[in-house]
Each structure stands twice: as structure tokens, then as C-alpha cells.
């Protein structure tokens, strides 16, 4: 009797120390899935970015994320660069405009960033500084927009960031007339860390928000057998866009698929008892 209590002992004390192992476990990986990774810094040696700018959506110059665009251009144009962003992705714009001779400007200048999204909508920065004013003997002024995390799916009528192209707008608000068109030189760069699974949904776009997706590769009105002429998609991430089937939802999945059915057999181990007696006679 007594070695059948101490076996019923071990049993729990093993199954026991497996739940805490597996629970450890599970929560190892969901920190793991949740914690977002440092952003990383452009490498010394890397291909430089473009040195031009678009004057509107339709020329947006195309850059990749960890990429420092330049462009020199006037004091008082539009310049315009277009970046992919995936789900899960939180981007951080940010620009630098050197300004002219403090002794060529005739007073303060408001420049700003904006950040706009495949289907040209204005995305709100979460924070930053998208604004800032130029005194007339500032060297540079430097702006920045932190979007909010890129969703892999979401309802018609929300205004949350969705994987596709994104375009950087960068121009002065406000400035003396006589500054206008003065020289200026422009540096715009986009990073981003990755959120892990804290903002998974269930769901994903049939196609990434990048202009022209729906119309290439489809046969013009009236004309069987023919395609539309190519359309420019802009950039894409260079290891393409995720398939939106992975998420860090699956490792809770599994783990809590592991912890039920460990779950039951512990329960059935406390439950069913040390079985016969050894003091019952057979037959009774």
C-alpha cells in the first residue's frame, strides 16, 4: 500500500513539474511574440537611397525602409516619396531640411511632414514632432511621425494603417514670401520595429493598398485575351509581403492545446483513485 501511495506521489510530482515546464514554456514564447525587435540601423556600405524627390502622388519617388532619401529642391515645393509597410509593422518617418544662409531668409519658416496611405489617406502620426517652426537663424529643422501599428486587415469605414504603399509628404507651411524659393536640401528616412502578435486580427487584405494592384493583369473592357498595359506598383518590401496565415496567435493555440491536455490527465490522476485495495481478497 504504502508503494502504491508513493508511486500515485511521484506520478503527480511529474506531471506536476511537465504543466509548470510547459507553462513556463508558453509564456517564454508569448513574450517572445510580443516583444518588438530593436530597429535596426542601415549598415555602413549600403546602396544609397534615391537623390530626387516626386512633386506629387503620382511621381512619388520610391524608397525602401532603412533608406535615407535625399533631394534638393525650393523652398516652397512638395516633395513626395512613397515606402511599403507591412502588417505588424509600427514605421517612423523622419526628415531633415537644411535651410539656406540665415543671411539670405527674411524670417521664420513652418515646414512639415505628412503621411498618407495607398488610398490617399491622411494617417495620423501617434506622436512626434510633424510640425515645427524655422527661426531665421536655425540651420536645419528636423521632423518626425510615428503611424500607428500597420493592421493585416480591417473594417471598410476604419482609418487604420493597412499593408501597401505609404507617401511621405514633406513641405513649408508657412514662410515670407521673399524666402520662397530660396535652395534647400532634404534628407527623409523610414524605419520600423515589428509588434509582435499584440495586434493580430483575423483577416487579411486580398490585396496590399500599392496603386495600380487592381488593374494590372486584367484583360481591358472588350478586348479577350488581352491584358492592360503594365502599372506601376511602386515599392515592395524586399522579401514581399507576408501571407497574413502566420501569427503569434499560434503559439497561444498550441500552448493552450498542450496545458488542456495535460490538464486532463492530471485531473484523471487525482480522480481515478489507487485503484484495488490490498487488503480487499480477490473475488469480493
Keep these: 500500500m504504502h508503494t502504491t501511495i508513493r508511486g500515485n506521489s511521484v ?5 506536476g513539474a511537465l504543466l509548470a515546464g510547459v507553462t513556463l514554456f508558453t509564456s517564454a514564447c508569448g513574450a517572445v511574440a510580443d516583444d518588438p525587435p530593436a530597429s535596426a540601423s542601415p549598415a555602413e556600405g549600403d546602396a544609397a537611397g534615391p537623390t530626387e524627390a516626386g512633386t506629387a502622388f503620382r511621381t512619388a519617388t520610391a524608397i525602401q525602409q532603412e533608406q535615407t532619401a535625399t533631394a534638393d529642391a ?7 516619396w512613397v515606402f511599403p509597410a507591412d502588417a505588424g509593422q509600427r514605421p517612423t518617418v523622419r526628415a531633415k531640411v537644411t535651410l539656406p544662409e540665415d543671411t539670405a531668409r527674411k524670417g521664420t519658416s513652418t515646414w512639415q511632414v505628412d503621411v498618407y496611405d495607398g488610398l490617399r489617406r491622411r494617417q495620423a502620426c501617434a506622436y512626434g514632432h510633424q510640425t515645427r517652426k524655422a527661426t531665421q537663424d536655425a540651420n536645419t529643422v528636423e521632423l518626425s511621425c510615428v503611424l500607428r501599428t500597420v493592421r493585416a486587415w480591417s473594417e471598410p469605414w476604419a482609418d487604420d494603417p493597412l499593408p501597401g504603399s505609404y507617401y511621405v509628404r514633406l513641405t513649408v507651411l508657412d514662410a515670407p514670401e521673399e524666402d520662397l524659393g530660396l535652395p534647400v536640401h532634404a534628407e527623409t528616412e523610414v524605419t520600423s520595429v515589428g509588434t509582435g502578435g499584440a495586434h493580430d486580427v483575423d ?5 496590399p493598398l500599392v496603386p495600380g494592384a487592381s488593374s494590372v493583369g486584367r484583360p481591358a473592357d472588350g478586348d479577350v485575351g ?4 503594365g502599372v506601376s506598383l511602386g515599392s515592395e518590401p524586399e522579401d514581399g509581403w507576408a501571407s497574413g496565415w502566420w501569427t503569434g496567435r499560434w503559439l497561444w493555440t498550441v500552448g493552450g ?3 488542456a491536455a495535460l490538464a486532463a490527465v492530471f485531473g484523471y490522476g487525482l ?14
Design 203 to 207: 483577416g487579411t487584405l486580398a490585396e
Design 74 to 80: 525650393s523652398t516652397g515645393d512638395y516633395l513626395y
Design 271 to 284: 480522480t481515478r483513485g489507487g485503484g484495488r485495495p490490498s487488503r480487499v481478497p480477490p473475488g469480493v
Design 11 to 15: 506520478k503527480r510530482g511529474f506531471v
Design 257 to 259: 492545446g498542450v496545458l
Design 226 to 229: 488581352t491584358e492592360r498595359p
